[in-house]
């Protein structure tokens, strides 16, 4: 008897996280939209201003302490760097070398960006001009049928949504 009317409680626990997980990620977002919308310097335009630490292999921005900040993984000589992007007035404000976790994603989107022979930046602009209105807020390599591409996320209000550029 103990067990048919435990079942039900756990379920309704894991029902009510998931709840509160999504509402916690819908609030995420909405911050970060709301921020990114008041943003002076556009994704595309964050990498650009890393180019001088390397090859831009990602970029996102991301609520960072409550702040927001545009990162940017770049890649020069077999080192991985992220750079924070001023974003209001496009310059570099913090280098730092990439470790851990992160080390290991900055070489696997590398390695996609070893076989594109387009830009993210180029990527990203093209996903901003036909998406009219939308800001993008990140930009991923990664592999779809062998062949590069990135995934620009978007934003206009408080839609969101990804598109994918190739990038051969």
């Not at 594109?116 to 990140?138: D, H, I």
């Not at 990664?142 to 206009?156: E, I, M, R, S």
């Amino acid at each position: 008897m103990k067990k048919i009317l435990i079942a039900p409680f756990v379920g309704l626990v894991v029902l009510l996280l998931v709840a509160t997980g999504l509402q916690a990620q819908q609030k995420g977002d909405t911050e970060l939209a709301k921020a990114v919308s008041g943003a002076k310097v556009s994704l595309a335009k964050g990498l650009a201003a890393s180019a001088r630490e390397g090859k831009p292999i990602s970029a996102k921005f991301e609520i960072e302490h409550g702040v927001l900040q545009l990162s940017v993984y770049a890649a020069k000589g077999g080192k991985f760097s992220e750079v924070i992007v001023d974003h209001t007035t496009g310059k570099e404000a913090k280098v730092e070398a990439i470790t851990g976790e992160d080390l290991t994603a900055a070489k696997a989107q590398n390695d996609v960006m070893a076989k594109a022979t387009r830009s993210l930046a180029a990527a990203t602009e093209k996903a901003v001009k036909a998406n009219q209105g939308f800001r993008a807020v990140s930009v991923m390599p990664a592999l779809k049928d062998g062949h590069p591409v990135a995934d620009v996320t978007l934003v206009k209000g408080t839609e969101w949504k990804t598109v994918s550029e190739k990038l051969d």
